[in-house]
Each structure stands twice: as C-alpha cells, then as structure tokens.
C-alpha cells in the first residue's frame, strides 16, 4: 500500500517519515523547483521561511513541552534541528540551509520514501486503499485550495488569519474587573470567585469585563494608535475584513471609534460603581477549565513587544502573562473541528487526509506535530489496527484537542497551556484548589504528560529514539 503526500514543508515530511518507519510506501510531492509560494525563497524542501527559531526549549514553556514529546516520539523534524542548532540562549534556532539539507539526506536514504517534482493544482484521487495526505500549509495554491473548498464547502475554508490575544486567568487582577452578561446581572464584590463563577456554563455570563473611565480610555487609544507595527510581508494583499479588522486600524479611524465597536460598554454596569463604565474589554473563556481568557476583538498587527505594553494598559491586566499575542495575516486553514476525524480524515472524502498548518495550527514546532501525528495514526489504520491518539494530558494531546473543539469562530493557534487540562491540587478542606506557582505548576504540567506520552508509547509500539 502507498500513501501520497502532498506539500514538503514540515508537516508533509514528517508525516512521510513516520509512515516509510512504520513500512508504509511514501510518495512525496513537492512543487519546488517547478514554483514556489510567495513566502519561500529556496528550492530546499523543508523550508523555514519565516525564522530560524523554533521557540523556548525549556518544559516550564508549553512548545518546550511538545518539542520534548516531539523528541521522544522519533521526530525527524526535531532530530534533524537538534543537529543542526546554534546557539540562541533558552530557544531552539538552527542554521536553516543546514537543517533543510539534513531532513533531505535523511529522506532520500529511506528506502520507503520516493520524491517527486510537480504542481498540484487539483486534489489527487483518494481512498480508504490509497491514502492522500495533503500538507501544503499556510499558503496553499489557489487551486488547489480552490478544489479543496469544493469538497468541504467554501465557507469552511479561510483564507485570513485573525487571531486575539489570549491571558492566564491567574494574571487577571480580580479587583479591576467583573463578570457580567449585557443586560444581565452581575456577579458582586470581584475577587476570584467572582471570575471563577460560571466560567464553565458558556454562556455571556463566562465574559470578564475590564472597564475604563474615559481618561483611561483616552490614554490608552493614543496608545494603540502610536504603537509599532508589524509591517504586512510583500505577499500579503492586506484587504481587512470590516467583521475581524485590527484594533489598530479601528482605533485610527477616530478616537471614539473602539468605544462604539468591540470596547462597547453598552448594557454593563459596573457593581462597583453602580454606573455604565466609559468603555470595556470583555474577555472570552479560552479553554474548559477556564485557565485562560482571550481579549475580544483584540485580534492585532502591533509588534509583540508593543502589544505587551499596550494591552497592559488595559484595567485588570496589568500584569497579564500572555499566552498568545494578537496576530492578521494571510492563511488558509480549515474548520478542523467540522470537518476532520480525531484522525485528521476529511469527512467528506474518504482516504484524505489533511496535515500541519492547514488544519489550523501555527507554528514550525505545531507544524510537525501535526504531520507526526496524522503519519502514526494513518499508519495504524493501514495496519488494522486502533489511531490511538495521544492522551490530552499531553502536548501533542492538547494540539488535537485545539482541532477538535468546535467553536463559534475556529481560529489557528500555537500550542499553550490553556490547550492541556490543568492538575486540580486540593487544599486539606478539599474545598478549593491550592494555588501553586506558575513555573512550579507548568513544570507539574510537563512532568505529567512525560508520564502520559509514555504510557501512550507503550500501548502503540513506539520506542524512544535514545533507548
């Protein structure tokens, strides 16, 4: 039996390197030389175009965690950058032209794996008895993205990335802020029970609201207005979407511009003052258990660094731990949670398969989780036998879990801790949970799902590359 794979970025040749280990016949298509997307400057195949870091190494950090995992699991995108890293302090960077050379060699000596040179402008036949992995990533050919959208439905298929910023609960001021639905009532007296009240009924009551007097309002517009921006890349035909624009590009259009769109303060009253605050974030319920929070509307081309001080301006957040800044650029992704098995299968077309960041990741490191996880799974199934994905408790897990929870708007994302379920700590009186410190509580975290990866390792055959 053989598989095709389409796309050799990161997702497409790890997904082929976990199938030819596990005695699966790999075609691997790739476009280069005959075309390149506007993004890629290279003819090498695994090609990092945006940076040469692939973020902290550290496990108190969540991507640290799944490069870990990733590491363990018999990566061929984590192995070949570990041997080609330089030095970047805590983060994993390496000599990009090196690193795409060496996944190269290590692809061409697999006895498995055939590589092959053609533009892919419709998606190849698929079935149960010949799988098609399609892993063409942010910047799929328009027609094939085009022929994609036939299959699952046009408006399951974006072509624009917004994405808000998201906040650690435990970082939001509780005295700053309240809870309220509009037009409803509001939970009294801050404090955190006031947050944690309701937090996992989803309804408009799961928003936190951070009012400001018209002063604070004032200050922080200007703010937004003279922050830096990120500057579009020549690729991106920056037309905004009235529906999901930049907070920025509001806020240029008049300084009361933001209060009478995402910072409304309309049907809110403030307990504490028992008046309409001047304007309000409202924050949205990130994860099941409430261990995030992501500001609505906040979707953002400011730098990182000016986002940070910006939006730490706002009241309640001023010693916000951001999980995730705010980002608009192009992309194509799909609405994984509708359209995807827990097997990374589109629904609607038996024997394809879809991997990386097309599905709706971000990131290198989440890139080639993705094709490790769609290679193992669909090599368990070719070989009758059960996916068994990963626990949730992992990082891996975690990813899997962003792609299957439906939500309003499904956006892409990074790995964060608010995609891992937490680890409830009990006091003596059992009656609350004890407050454990951040690094202490993420490093529990990432001990944990060591534990879990292995178990899962275990039960699906798969031995640590240094054992």
């Not at 799974?377 to 990813?399: E, H, N």
Request: charged share 25%; proline share 7%.
């Amino acid at each position: 039996m053989k598989v095709t794979i389409v796309g050799a970025g990161l997702a497409g040749c790890e997904a082929a390197w976990q199938l030819a280990e596990r005695g699966v016949e790999v075609e691997l298509i790739e476009q280069k030389p005959l075309r390149r997307t506007p993004a890629q400057t290279t003819d090498a195949i695994c090609e990092l175009v945006c940076s040469n870091s692939m973020r902290g190494a550290a496990l108190s950090n969540a991507v640290g965690l799944l490069k870990e995992e990733l590491r363990r699991s018999g990566s061929l995108v984590l192995s070949s950058a570990d041997a080609t890293r330089v030095p970047a302090g805590g983060a994993l960077a390496v000599d990009r032209e090196r690193f795409s050379a060496h996944v190269s060699a290590r692809l061409d000596a697999h006895p498995r794996i055939t590589r092959t040179n053609a533009v892919v402008e419709a998606l190849p036949p698929s079935s149960p008895e010949a799988p098609v992995v399609l892993a063409t990533g942010p910047l799929t050919g328009d027609e094939l993205a085009r022929d994609l959208a036939s299959v699952v439905g046009a408006a399951h298929l974006a072509y624009y990335d917004a994405i808000a910023p998201i906040v650690a609960t435990e970082s939001i001021d509780t005295s700053r802020v309240f809870r309220q639905s509009r037009y409803g009532k509001s939970l009294p007296g801050g404090g955190d029970e006031a947050v944690d009240a309701g937090a996992e009924d989803g309804g408009d009551d799961a928003y936190i609201n951070c009012p400001f007097d018209e002063a604070e309002y004032r200050a922080f517009v200007r703010a937004v207005v003279e922050s830096e921006k990120v500057e579009p890349r020549a690729f991106e035909d920056v037309r905004y979407f009235e529906g999901c624009l930049p907070v920025e590009v509001m806020a240029s259009r008049g300084e009361m511009t933001l209060a009478f769109g995402p910072m409304k303060p309309v049907g809110l009253v403030d307990p504490r003052t028992g008046r309409r605050p001047f304007a309000v974030v409202q924050l949205r319920q990130e994860d099941h258990a409430a261990t995030a929070y992501n500001l609505v509307g906040f979707q953002s081309r400011m730098t990182w660094t000016d986002q940070g001080r910006v939006f730490r301006m706002i009241p309640g957040l001023e010693q916000a731990e951001f999980l995730r800044f705010g980002s608009v650029h192009r992309n194509t992704f799909v609405n994984s949670p509708l359209l995807l098995t827990p097997e990374m299968e589109v629904r609607a077309r038996p024997g394809l398969y879809l991997a990386g960041q097309i599905t709706g990741v971000e990131g290198y490191v989440e890139s080639a989780a993705g094709g490790l996880l769609c290679g193992i799974m669909l090599a368990r199934r070719l070989a009758g036998a059960s996916a068994a994905p990963p626990p949730p408790t992992t990082a891996l897990g975690g990813l899997m879990t962003h792609l299957s929870t439906p939500r309003e708007s499904f956006q892409p994302s990074n790995i964060t801790w608010a995609c891992i379920p937490p680890i409830d700590a009990p006091d003596a009186s059992g009656k609350k949970r004890k407050k454990i410190p951040k690094r202490e509580r993420y490093e529990a975290l990432a001990a944990r799902a060591l534990v879990d990866l292995a178990a899962w390792h275990g039960a699906i055959g798969v031995s640590r590359p240094d054992a």
